[in-house]
């Protein structure tokens, strides 16, 4: 019988308002553990430390109930970044400082040291593993479809017309049957994690976007065909997912997902018995689609271009600690709100600070 897990990640950016921190935690995330509790399902929360942080000023209760639904054995609390961020735009100690931040503030929320690992929008840097090993993590969640660009032969083409470089990928990977199951990737002689996949098909039928089966009309029907269609000789399904996509509407359709799945999957981090040879090392990663609005526009590169000026200069403790708030990807992916603004400003601040303390030391 096929299991089901389920993980969840949260994330707002600093600018957020109370009553956006409050609908965010009300309306999703204790909704989820409400529903994980009557259904007696465990859950993966994968929340930032920048919502965890909101949350504490602006709705308690739901810190209390995540504290409740871990000592019950109902969540797992994941380590992240501590703000939403893109890997591919930061140094590799900016990417240290964020996830040492982030395994902080969970130490002092919830007296727990993490184990698993959930990457913001699932991109993937070579090193992050060693992050994750400094502050206790031993285990991964990543895309299934980096399974199978770490898993794909590569080969090289030159057209015969202009000479252009083709790379053509083919795949040798065994489909579903490798990753529905939790395996293991080998960095080195000595760094070993274990790694389970999220199924990138099954959340993108069931719950992704507003599409998902769970947010149908009739999501019963919905949720019963999807499961029909995934559900085979596959070991394990997991799904994961914002945990916006689950409120309002999607309620009943959720559920309904609760109710169908088989066997529960606990995240225990231990590879599986019928663990699939250990992967070598993981290639860089980040989903299709993904690059085009976090670093390939006109406004992403300005903005991940200050960033990186900042992180050239001097700053103070208190100027670091707003320093990695501005890691986040909310400039790049929201245009048109006004409030992105801070991000620059904040950005300009610490440059004119740094200007000035340099003037000041050459005098």
């Given at each position: 019988?096929?299991?089901?897990?389920?993980?969840?990640?949260?994330?707002?950016?600093?600018?957020?308002?109370?009553?956006?921190?409050?609908?965010?935690?009300?309306?999703?995330?204790?909704?989820?553990?409400?529903?994980?509790?009557?259904?007696?399902r465990?859950?993966?929360?994968?929340?930032?430390?920048?919502?965890l942080?909101l949350?504490?000023?602006?709705?308690?209760?739901?810190?209390?109930?995540?504290?409740?639904?871990?000592?019950?054995?109902?969540?797992?609390?994941?380590?992240t970044?501590?703000?939403?961020?893109?890997p591919?735009?930061?140094?590799?100690?900016?990417?240290?400082?964020?996830?040492?931040?982030?395994?902080?503030?969970?130490?002092?929320l919830?007296?727990?040291?993490?184990?698993?690992?959930?990457?913001?929008?699932?991109?993937?840097?070579?090193?992050?593993?060693?992050?994750?090993?400094?502050?206790g993590a031993?285990?991964?969640?990543?895309?299934?479809?980096?399974?199978?660009e770490?898993?794909?032969?590569?080969?090289?083409?030159?057209?015969?017309?202009d000479?252009?470089?083709?790379v053509?990928?083919t795949?040798?990977?065994?489909?579903?049957?490798?990753?529905?199951?939790?395996?293991?990737?080998?960095?080195s002689?000595?760094?070993?994690?274990?790694?389970?996949?999220?199924?990138?098909?099954?959340?993108?039928?069931?719950?992704?976007?507003n599409?998902?089966?769970?947010?149908?009309?009739?999501?019963?029907?919905?949720?019963?065909?999807?499961?029909t269609?995934?559900?085979?000789?596959?070991?394990?399904?997991?799904?994961?997912?914002?945990?916006?996509?689950?409120r309002?509407?999607?309620?009943?359709?959720?559920?309904?997902?609760?109710?169908?799945?088989?066997?529960?999957?606990?995240?225990?981090?231990?590879?599986s018995?019928?663990?699939?040879?250990?992967?070598?090392?993981?290639p860089?990663?980040?989903p299709p689609?993904?690059?085009?609005?976090?670093?390939?526009?006109?406004?992403?590169?300005?903005?991940?271009k200050?960033?990186?000026?900042v992180?050239g200069?001097?700053?103070?403790?208190?100027?670091?600690?707003?320093?990695?708030?501005?890691?986040?990807?909310?400039?790049?992916?929201w245009?048109?709100?006004s409030?992105?603004?801070?991000?620059?400003e904040?950005?300009?601040?610490?440059?004119e600070?740094?200007?000035?303390?340099?003037?000041?030391d050459l005098?």
């Amino acid at each position: 019988m096929t299991a089901i897990g389920y993980c969840w990640y949260f994330h707002l950016p600093v600018v957020s308002t109370p009553t956006e921190t409050r609908d965010h935690a009300v309306g999703s995330l204790e909704l989820i553990l409400s529903m994980h509790s009557n259904a007696q399902r465990k859950v993966l929360i994968a929340a930032t430390a920048s919502f965890l942080e909101l949350c504490e000023q602006h709705s308690p209760r739901s810190l209390d109930l995540l504290r409740e639904s871990t000592e019950a054995g109902l969540s797992e609390i994941a380590l992240t970044y501590a703000y939403d961020t893109d890997p591919f735009e930061i140094s590799h100690q900016r990417a240290r400082d964020l996830i040492d931040k982030d395994a902080h503030v969970k130490s002092r929320l919830f007296d727990m040291a993490p184990r698993w690992f959930v990457p913001a929008n699932f991109g993937w840097i070579p090193g992050t593993e060693r992050h994750c090993q400094a502050v206790g993590a031993d285990a991964l969640l990543l895309d299934s479809r980096h399974f199978d660009e770490a898993t794909s032969l590569r080969s090289w083409h030159w057209s015969g017309g202009d000479g252009e470089v083709q790379v053509k990928r083919t795949s040798t990977s065994m489909g579903s049957w490798e990753t529905s199951r939790v395996g293991r990737v080998d960095f080195s002689n000595t760094s070993q994690m274990t790694v389970a996949w999220r199924d990138w098909s099954a959340t993108q039928a069931l719950t992704f976007g507003n599409t998902g089966a769970i947010h149908n009309a009739d999501p019963d029907l919905a949720v019963d065909s999807a499961w029909t269609a995934l559900e085979g000789e596959q070991r394990q399904i997991i799904i994961a997912d914002d945990g916006d996509r689950v409120r309002g509407q999607s309620r009943r359709g959720y559920a309904r997902l609760l109710d169908l799945a088989g066997e529960p999957f606990d995240w225990s981090p231990i590879p599986s018995p019928e663990m699939v040879a250990p992967l070598t090392g993981l290639p860089a990663y980040l989903p299709p689609g993904t690059s085009s609005f976090l670093h390939d526009s006109t406004d992403a590169r300005s903005y991940w271009k200050l960033l990186r000026e900042v992180d050239g200069g001097a700053l103070s403790q208190g100027q670091r600690s707003e320093y990695l708030a501005l890691h986040d990807v909310f400039y790049a992916f929201w245009p048109d709100v006004s409030r992105r603004r801070y991000y620059i400003e904040a950005l300009l601040d610490l440059i004119e600070s740094q200007r000035t303390l340099s003037e000041g030391d050459l005098v």
